[in-house]
DNA sequence: TGGCAAACGGACAAGGTGTCCACTTAGCTT
DNA sequence: AAGCTAAGTGGACACCTTGTCCGTTTGCCA
């Protein structure tokens, strides 16, 4: 999605884990594909932060291509070479928040990573992704294009973490429960729920890990 | 949502859900609202019709008001007048499909109706909402926009009944649970799981299933 | 320093949205 | 049964967004 893909960066939420301590952004060039030109590389940056700042402050969903080339301080066009819509700078912006934690479900230490029973992990799972929505809640909103969400790499992600915990765990067909699993973490209905219920953060997630522990009881999956 | 509200026909799909048998459209006179003139209730029969097979044909969320008032042979303004957007058509279309399943909620037979086991009534809640969503994908993914689809008034009587079977189970503190319970039934999320994975609604249905009981398994929900 | 490919951004055409307003018509009134 | 009035209609208008084209500028390498 976005350029990424096209142009190097590759699929760089599923596999760019590596360095969950070094956290400073590795350098992106790429052997095969022609480098970014600095201006280019500048833009982008601009892009990026200008736009994150447009998400925050008025609806995500009714930011334009305009609005975000305008505050960047470049031509539209030069917008659309970086990206095909407002959705997927979104993405671009979430999938840097986001890398921390896929390293920490790998590599980290339990119960997020390897090492606690499956219950758990999917519990310190939804936790920490619940923390994520609430500390960029507006970005995820910005991101979510509808069926688009799904194909994102992050999602992809998700989709193979989970499905990990619920092999792990024994249960029978577990693909169609991967996405039922993760259909609570949907940034519209954290909001519904958070700003249209008021119901806390912590509430949330103390449902959110009843019902994981509840889904992955202890005593194998069957 | 659409004008049903404004104009008398009310918070129809919550209440009116009487004539579980009676099927045939109940008179649709208001002691106050004053009455739809005859012209008015033909071109909206003429546009619902209409907009139910372009929803049908094409992307759900590409179908804009121009297309339904040309399909409709009314003029935009027309159109304006009855809906503020093609996602609110779509809304009272799927309406009148949705009123049947809550009528048995309330008043059919066991599993759907009262009388089995909370962790059963919402396995049958599941699959009758999945059966739904297999025959009126292209209205359900056209009616859903965003945020306002946890607007609908369709959604709220699903909350209410959802509340019901985790009360009714004993659960702790069930109204963060509602909407997560409800959240399986995105869609769009269907959609992925249908047409981008391939997976049978057998398959889909069945993992609900399981998800249902587990969630509310007997024995008391603490 | 010169040249070239990459990157830039102003401009254009197409199409959607929501509203206004002059005209038509249904249905009550006498 | 004809007239009146307000509800209903639909063509048209102004505004905004999108995606692309293309002449110009700029980084980078030889």
Redo the contacts with the bound molecule.
């Keep these: 999605m976005s350029d990424d893909e096209q142009?190097g960066r590759g699929a760089a939420s599923v596999h760019r884990v590596g360095g969950l301590l070094g956290d400073l952004q590795s350098a992106d060039d790429q052997p095969v594909a022609?480098?970014?030109?600095?201006?280019?590389?500048?833009?982008?940056a601009q892009i990026l932060s200008a736009a994150e700042q447009l998400f925050a402050e008025q609806d995500p969903r009714?930011?334009?291509?305009?609005?975000i080339?305008k505050a960047?301080?470049?031509?539209?066009?030069?917008?659309?070479?970086?990206f095909?819509?407002?959705s997927s700078v979104a993405v671009a912006l979430l999938d840097e928040h986001e890398r921390r934690l896929q390293g920490q479900l790998i590599y980290g230490p339990p119960p997020l990573g390897p090492g606690a029973p499956a219950g758990e992990r999917l519990a310190a799972f939804y936790l920490a992704m619940l923390d994520l929505l609430e500390r960029h809640l507006p970005l995820a909103l910005g991101a979510e294009t509808g069926p688009a969400r799904f194909r994102t790499g992050a999602y992809g992600f998700w989709r193979v973490h989970v499905r990990t915990l619920l092999v792990d765990h024994g249960v029978e067909d577990p693909d169609p429960l991967i996405d039922i699993a993760l259909s609570p973490l949907s940034p519209e209905l954290f909001q519904f729920q958070r700003h249209q219920l008021g119901l806390s953060a912590e509430r949330i997630g103390g449902s959110l890990a009843v019902f994981a522990r509840r889904l992955l009881e202890s005593g194998g999956g069957r």
Tied chains: 1, 2.
Excluded: K, Q
């Design positions: 142009r022609p480098r970014r030109r600095a201006d280019a590389e500048r833009n982008r009714s930011v334009t291509m305009g609005e080339a960047a301080g470049v031509g539209r066009a030069t917008l659309y070479r970086s095909p819509d407002p």
